[in-house]
């Protein structure tokens, strides 16, 4: 952080970055990223955000399943002085084209295999100036999206700094729908210090240390799912990201493979847990906390 500058949600990933570049802060998808990694990445997407005119406070929508492309997409837009939206992938195209038109995103940060749901809200939607769009993509499946470019492109980009710095601890740094069971989903407002005061007295409640493994099933468009992943970069521990609970037996062993010391769930979580006959034949030895929404 900049001498005198006052601390962003983001500076928590480059803090860390700096004391242990090389160690391994997310497991995700067969894959093990660096905080150097993270950082370098992040700084590339957020540098392609300002450079298409994403200024500060504009909407970034990112639509996509708990990813790597996903964490980096978060801390890019926080970094491009933009306010970051994640909106879960299994939300419908009429949902989705809702949500659009409600927070009037200047940018779209998707993954190839949503194109059917994204493609029509993402055409209409009058704000949207850029669509980044990660996995492998068909020929032609771009065309008509606005200013549509690939991710593996924009991350490959030098990312050795991020934009210049705009924000300020009062400025909104994310915006968490509501699931919008009962309605129309609504979006809640967070500022930088909303969530930085949040994060400082959760990982201090916890206890929250460089050494900690978290695992985290749920969705980062959860705000509970979303503060499990900015805490562990706080403290510069590692996050071991799951797309979900949908395999309990291949979570339990990641327990043991990983040496997760924290798991926070949900209460189906927990109940899913102990309808496991299997339940004692694993290792939870080297678990530290549980937490439960």
């Known amino acids: ?33 660096t905080y150097g990694e993270l950082e370098a990445r992040s ?13 500060r406070g504009d909407r970034v929508v990112i ?6 492309e996903t964490v980096v997409a978060f801390w890019a837009v926080l970094k491009a002085n933009a306010v970051v939206c994640i909106v879960n992938p299994l ?39 850029r669509v980044i769009v990660s996995g492998p993509i068909i020929e032609g499946e771009l065309t008509g999206l606005p200013h549509a470019v690939r991710w593996d492109s924009v991350v490959a980009a030098d990312g050795s700094v991020p934009p210049a710095r705009r924000c300020i601890d009062i ?46 099933v ?22 071991v990201l799951e797309r979900s609970f949908a395999f309990p037996a291949q979570i339990l062993g990641l327990i043991k493979e990983e040496r997760v010391t924290g798991f926070p769930g949900v209460p189906t979580i927990f109940a899913a847990l102990s309808d496991l006959k299997s339940l004692k034949d694993h290792d939870f030895s080297s678990i530290r906390y549980v937490t439960n929404t």
Request: glycine share 6%; proline share 4%.
């Open 218 to 239: 749920l969705p980062l468009a959860f705000d509970y799912g979303l503060y499990q992943m900015i805490m562990a970069f706080r403290t510069g521990a590692r996050l």
């Open 91 to 129: 939300t419908k195209s009429d949902k989705l084209d809702y949500l659009l038109n409600d927070c009037r995103p200047t940018a779209l940060i998707t993954d190839r295999h949503l194109h059917s749901i994204f493609s029509g809200p993402a055409r209409s939607c009058p704000s949207l100036r």
């Open 1 to 33: 952080m900049m001498h005198g500058a006052v601390p962003l949600l983001h500076d928590y990933l480059t803090h860390a970055a700096s004391r242990v570049r090389e160690k391994v802060a997310l497991v995700c998808g067969g894959q093990r990223v």
């Open 171 to 216: 400025d909104l740094a994310a915006i968490i729908y509501t699931s919008g069971s009962t309605g129309e989903p609504k979006g809640v407002m967070l500022t930088h210090r909303n969530m930085t005061a949040a994060c400082t007295s959760i990982a201090s409640y916890l206890k929250l240390c460089e050494d900690e493994v978290i695992l985290n």
């Open 63 to 68: 639509f996509a399943d708990n990813t790597v």
């Open 43 to 55: 700084n590339a997407i957020a540098q392609h955000l300002a450079a298409s005119g994403i200024a």
